[in-house]
């Protein structure tokens, strides 16, 4: 409305003023009364708020020559008695010419003991006969700009009042008011702000090192957390529909594009245990990236470290562990080209942005180690000692060819907290605003001024911030500019360059940032995929998932949710430990040796879905002096194994003296690491003895013996036959019967051993035949149980 409407039951200002005059005439003698009592508060502030004020608009938020102010919201009586002849009025307070009294100002925005300022009169304000208790009224009150007796340029106190009277004080006085403040800047600035305002666009760790089998590699994700954000209405959803339309630097982690391009295809959900389920937001994950390709054309965009890694655990905790700063090297270098392959646009890499911009020398080393040359910092850890009067330029120099961007921490944390609330977020805006325009007026120099917000707003921050910016770029103060032309400006010679020392380091951050620990468990982690590598014939389908599934176990997003970094570390790492295991080798067991020489076989097993090589397999005896391998105390043979498949590795023994040795097979990448667990087992070896052998050889002599003694006797008897043919025996008998030397009428002498004394190398040699085998020996190569697809959650490599 213009001016307050004569609502039915209302009364009118005239009738108000009979009423007001009335009850001031009714209440003179307790006046009079009370003015003979101690000095006690004015009448119009009695004590705190009966009833509150809350603002739901404030429009426009910074108003130019020629314009109305529209003012909505709500007034709700807190007491326990109806306030009668109830209005709500408008009230323009004092010039605030400093930063500091704006900040003085806004905590007492409520406080009915500081100056009230004049109301602006009852043309412009809204009756109410009567506000009930508990009950909240839907107020609106509009007064064109001309009307408010604005002076000149700059920051004015403005309050909505609402004022009556109750049973227990009969006399109109001010029972609540909520202040906040009016920019105004009658016409354009002769010197205009040149303003950078970041826009992040950061989300927490949503996918896994897990990957499924096949060729594409279905990715996992932690939760469905990432759809939520990006479906319509979301947090990011609407970060990007606000920010298309805002003159804004972009600043974006390049893990958020990896993973919602990785939802535009097959995904899948981590369950409980092994198990997962299918993701079905490719549609909203496609129309995202979509509008997101359109916000950034042509815009600046600056694309963070992958991950976006904690700059200041890393600094503080990581640098004593071994190749930490390497991972954000990696991350550094994959920014880039995830940006291009996702977006299409080419990001500036040259920015690292520290936790809340607070920095110290170890930061800021570490910032720029991995080739960022400026530093986001925040004015309230780079402060001002220099005595200035004003709010410096962003960029300094702080040595080594590195600038610190300096962002203004008063309108950087402008929008944090609940902003849930309407009355909270208008009174946000109107405090940013009331701060810049104060800021442009303090000096007639032309400055840069940066402002960094928290990484992730929430949906509400996220709306007030963009009206504050659109505030901005319609008012008549500011002007946008990037935020690489912001680092190129002349810096002020007058601002600080001194980066402050460790000490001064907040300690609610430093709380908050990964420990020691979690960094020996990425270097731990960064091992084990190093030595796994190397045997693989395609290291890319593992190296690059748990490469930057280890980037995210750096993230800035892990503070304030240690258990979850923790479960996450321990996920990344115990699934590599899964897919090194499932390339190991069989257990054996107790293998004999009937002989001086054997073949020993040991088997190998692939489980993953690609091929295994670089590995070398040796078998090494525990007693070289009983049992030699190959002719050595150990000997080693290269392995190389299709994947799904098993290969049987068989290494030649020689037998030196009997009995049990221990024998232990160990795998080893050709750079001599040992490869997952050893196996060992007994070789027992039962070799003939010098006495088994006479024994033997006697027993062939012996039967040597009987058959030339056999051979004699029936050469005699078939000579007596031949002679008796020419002519009969006297006696008229048969011939003898041929001596028996032994059972059954044989010639063979009872009991002896007929078996061939020969060793089975020495049978070999004389049949030209190779070692034998040991019976349990498998074949050479065996093909997969199942030529099946494999099943979700089956051990593969990713």
Same mark, same amino acid.
């Not at 905790?317 to 940006?339: F, R």
């Given at each position: 409305?213009?001016?307050?409407?004569?609502?039915?039951?209302?009364?009118?200002?005239?009738?108000?003023?009979?009423?007001?005059?009335?009850?001031?005439?009714?209440?003179?003698?307790?006046?009079?009364?009370?003015?003979?009592?101690?000095?006690?508060?004015?009448?119009?502030?009695?004590?705190?708020?009966?009833?509150?004020?809350?603002?739901?608009?404030?429009?426009?938020?910074?108003?130019?020559?020629?314009?109305?102010?529209?003012?909505?919201?709500?007034?709700?009586?807190?007491?326990?008695?109806?306030?009668?002849?109830?209005?709500?009025?408008?009230?323009?307070?004092?010039?605030?010419?400093?930063?500091?009294?704006?900040?003085?100002?806004?905590?007492?925005?409520?406080?009915?003991?500081?100056?009230?300022?004049?109301?602006?009169?009852?043309?412009?304000?809204?009756?109410?006969?009567?506000?009930?208790?508990?009950?909240?009224?839907?107020?609106?009150?509009?007064?064109?700009?001309?009307?408010?007796?604005?002076?000149?340029?700059?920051?004015?106190?403005?309050?909505?009042?609402?004022?009556?009277?109750?049973?227990?004080?009969?006399?109109?006085?001010?029972?609540?008011?909520?202040?906040?403040?009016?920019?105004?800047?009658?016409?354009?600035?002769?010197?205009?702000?040149?303003?950078?305002?970041?826009?992040?666009?950061?989300?927490?760790?949503?996918?896994?090192?897990?990957?499924?089998?096949?060729?594409?590699?279905?990715?996992?994700?932690?939760?469905?957390?990432?759809?939520?954000?990006?479906?319509?209405?979301?947090?990011?959803?609407?970060?990007?529909?606000?920010?298309?339309?805002?003159?804004?630097?972009?600043?974006?982690?390049?893990?958020?594009?990896?993973?919602?391009?990785?939802?535009?295809?097959?995904?899948?959900?981590?369950?409980?245990?092994?198990?997962?389920?299918?993701?079905?937001?490719?549609?909203?994950?496609?129309?995202?990236?979509?509008?997101?390709?359109?916000?950034?054309?042509?815009?600046?965009?600056?694309?963070?470290?992958?991950?976006?890694?904690?700059?200041?655990?890393?600094?503080?905790?990581?640098?004593?562990?071994?190749?930490?700063?390497?991972?954000?090297?990696?991350?550094?270098?994959?920014?880039?080209?995830?940006?291009?392959?996702?977006?299409?646009?080419?990001?500036?890499?040259?920015?690292?942005?520290?936790?809340?911009?607070?920095?110290?020398?170890?930061?800021?080393?570490?910032?720029?180690?991995?080739?960022?040359?400026?530093?986001?910092?925040?004015?309230?850890? +780079?402060?001002?000692?220099?005595? +200035?009067?004003?709010?410096?330029?962003?960029?300094?120099?702080?040595?080594?060819?590195?600038?610190?961007?300096?962002?203004?921490?008063?309108?950087?944390?402008?929008?944090?907290?609940?902003?849930?609330?309407?009355?909270?977020?208008?009174?946000?805006?109107?405090?940013?605003?009331?701060?810049?325009?104060?800021?442009?007026?303090?000096?007639?120099?032309?400055?840069?001024?940066?402002?960094?917000?928290?990484?992730?707003?929430?949906?509400?921050?996220?709306?007030?911030?963009?009206?504050?910016?659109?505030?901005?770029?319609?008012?008549?103060?500011?002007?946008?500019?990037?935020?690489?032309?912001?680092?190129?400006?002349?810096?002020?010679?007058?601002?600080?360059?001194?980066?402050?020392?460790?000490?001064?380091?907040?300690?609610?951050?430093?709380?908050?940032?990964?420990?020691?620990?979690?960094?020996?468990?990425?270097?731990?982690?960064?091992?084990?995929?190093?030595?796994?590598?190397?045997?693989?014939?395609?290291?890319?389908?593992?190296?690059?998932?748990?490469?930057?599934?280890?980037?995210?176990?750096?993230?800035?997003?892990?503070?304030?949710?240690?258990?979850?970094?923790?479960?996450?570390?321990?996920?990344?790492?115990?699934?590599?430990?899964?897919?090194?295991?499932?390339?190991?080798?069989?257990?054996?067991?107790?293998?004999?040796?009937?002989?001086?020489?054997?073949?020993?076989?040991?088997?190998?097993?692939?489980?993953?879905?690609?091929?295994?090589?670089?590995?070398?397999?040796?078998?090494?005896?525990?007693?070289?002096?009983?049992?030699?391998?190959?002719?050595?105390?150990?000997?080693?043979?290269?392995?190389?194994?299709?994947?799904?498949?098993?290969?049987?590795?068989?290494?030649?023994?020689?037998?030196?003296?009997?009995?049990?040795?221990?024998?232990?097979?160990?795998?080893?990448?050709?750079?001599?690491?040992?490869?997952?667990?050893?196996?060992?087992?007994?070789?027992?070896?039962?070799?003939?003895?010098?006495?088994?052998?006479?024994?033997?050889?006697?027993?062939?002599? +012996?039967?040597?013996?009987?058959?030339?003694?056999?051979?004699?006797?029936?050469?005699?008897?078939?000579?007596?036959?031949?002679?008796?043919?020419?002519?009969?025996?006297?006696?008229?008998?048969?011939?003898?019967?041929?001596?028996?030397?032994?059972?059954?009428?044989?010639?063979?002498?009872?009991?002896?051993?007929?078996?061939?004394?020969?060793?089975?190398?020495?049978?070999?040699?004389?049949?030209?035949?190779?070692?034998?085998?040991?019976?349990?020996?498998?074949?050479?190569?065996?093909?997969?149980?199942?030529?099946?697809?494999?099943?979700?959650?089956?051990?593969?490599?990713?």
């Amino acid at each position: 409305m213009a001016e307050a409407a004569d609502f039915q039951g209302t009364p009118s200002p005239a009738r108000r003023w009979l009423r007001r005059t009335g009850a001031l005439l009714a209440g003179a003698p307790l006046l009079a009364g009370l003015m003979q009592l101690p000095a006690a508060a004015p009448a119009q502030a009695a004590g705190s708020d009966t009833v509150s004020v809350a603002l739901d608009s404030l429009s426009p938020s910074a108003p130019s020559d020629g314009d109305t102010l529209t003012v909505s919201g709500t007034v709700t009586n807190n007491g326990k008695q109806a306030v009668t002849d109830a209005h709500v009025g408008l009230r323009v307070g004092g010039l605030l010419s400093t930063r500091s009294a704006i900040d003085t100002a806004a905590q007492h925005s409520d406080d009915l003991q500081t100056s009230l300022g004049t109301e602006v009169g009852d043309k412009y304000a809204e009756d109410f006969d009567s506000l009930s208790p508990g009950v909240a009224e839907h107020f609106s009150v509009s007064v064109p700009v001309d009307k408010l007796d604005l002076g000149q340029d700059g920051v004015y106190q403005f309050g909505v009042s609402v004022s009556g009277q109750t049973s227990a004080q009969q006399w109109d006085q001010v029972l609540g008011i909520q202040r906040t403040f009016l920019p105004w800047q009658s016409s354009e600035a002769d010197t205009k702000t040149k303003t950078t305002y970041l826009w992040p666009l950061i989300s927490t760790v949503h996918v896994t090192a897990r990957t499924g089998a096949g060729e594409l590699q279905t990715p996992v994700f932690l939760n469905d957390d990432l759809a939520k954000e990006i479906s319509p209405g979301g947090r990011l959803a609407q970060m990007l529909a606000l920010g298309k339309d805002l003159d804004v630097t972009w600043v974006i982690d390049p893990d958020l594009l990896a993973s919602v391009d990785a939802m535009t295809r097959n995904y899948r959900i981590q369950g409980a245990g092994d198990s997962t389920t299918a993701g079905t937001h490719q549609a909203v994950a496609k129309q995202f990236l979509s509008d997101l390709q359109d916000a950034v054309a042509d815009r600046e965009v600056v694309a963070l470290p992958f991950a976006d890694p904690d700059l200041a655990s890393l600094a503080h905790n990581g640098t004593s562990v071994t190749g930490s700063l390497s991972h954000l090297k990696d991350a550094t270098d994959v920014a880039a080209t995830t940006v291009r392959t996702v977006l299409h646009v080419t990001a500036d890499t040259d920015f690292a942005w520290p936790v809340e911009g607070a920095v110290d020398p170890s930061i800021i080393k570490v910032a720029t180690s991995a080739g960022a040359d400026k530093v986001i910092a925040r004015s309230d850890s +780079l402060q001002e000692t220099g005595g +200035l009067t004003y709010t410096p330029s962003a960029a300094r120099p702080i040595g080594g060819g590195t600038t610190a961007v300096v962002a203004d921490a008063r309108l950087s944390t402008a929008f944090e907290g609940d902003l849930t609330n309407a009355d909270s977020a208008v009174l946000s805006v109107q405090k940013f605003l009331a701060q810049s325009l104060a800021l442009n007026t303090q000096t007639g120099k032309q400055r840069s001024i940066v402002i960094a917000p928290q990484r992730m707003p929430s949906a509400s921050q996220a709306q007030a911030m963009a009206t504050a910016i659109t505030a901005l770029q319609d008012g008549n103060w500011s002007q946008f500019q990037d935020l690489a032309s912001a680092a190129k400006d002349k810096p002020d010679p007058g601002a600080t360059t001194k980066i402050p020392s460790s000490s001064a380091y907040p300690s609610s951050l430093r709380k908050q940032e990964l420990p020691r620990t979690a960094f020996e468990q990425i270097a731990r982690t960064q091992d084990k995929l190093d030595n796994f590598q190397v045997i693989l014939t395609d290291e890319s389908r593992v190296v690059t998932p748990f490469g930057r599934a280890i980037n995210r176990e750096m993230s800035t997003s892990w503070r304030g949710h240690g258990s979850e970094a923790d479960t996450f570390r321990t996920g990344v790492e115990t699934w590599l430990d899964d897919l090194i295991g499932q390339v190991k080798l069989i257990d054996k067991s107790e293998t004999k040796l009937s002989g001086r020489s054997a073949t020993i076989p040991v088997t190998v097993q692939n489980n993953l879905v690609q091929g295994v090589d670089h590995l070398v397999l040796r078998l090494t005896s525990s007693m070289p002096t009983r049992l030699e391998i190959g002719g050595k105390p150990y000997y080693e043979q290269p392995v190389e194994v299709s994947g799904g498949h098993s290969q049987s590795v068989k290494f030649s023994t020689s037998a030196n003296a009997n009995g049990r040795v221990e024998v232990t097979a160990q795998l080893y990448t050709e750079d001599g690491q040992e490869y997952g667990d050893p196996v060992k087992f007994d070789v027992k070896v039962t070799e003939v003895t010098p006495t088994v052998m006479l024994v033997i050889g006697g027993g062939v002599l +012996l039967l040597v013996l009987a058959g030339f003694r056999m051979y004699t006797h029936r050469k005699r008897a078939t000579a007596r036959q031949a002679e008796e043919s020419d002519g009969p025996d006297e006696a008229g008998a048969a011939p003898d019967a041929p001596e028996s030397d032994g059972p059954e009428g044989t010639d063979e002498p009872e009991n002896r051993d007929t078996r061939d004394d020969r060793l089975p190398q020495e049978s070999a040699a004389r049949s030209g035949e190779e070692d034998p085998e040991q019976p349990s020996d498998p074949t050479p190569d065996t093909a997969p149980e199942s030529a099946d697809p494999s099943e979700t959650g089956e051990r593969v490599d990713r």
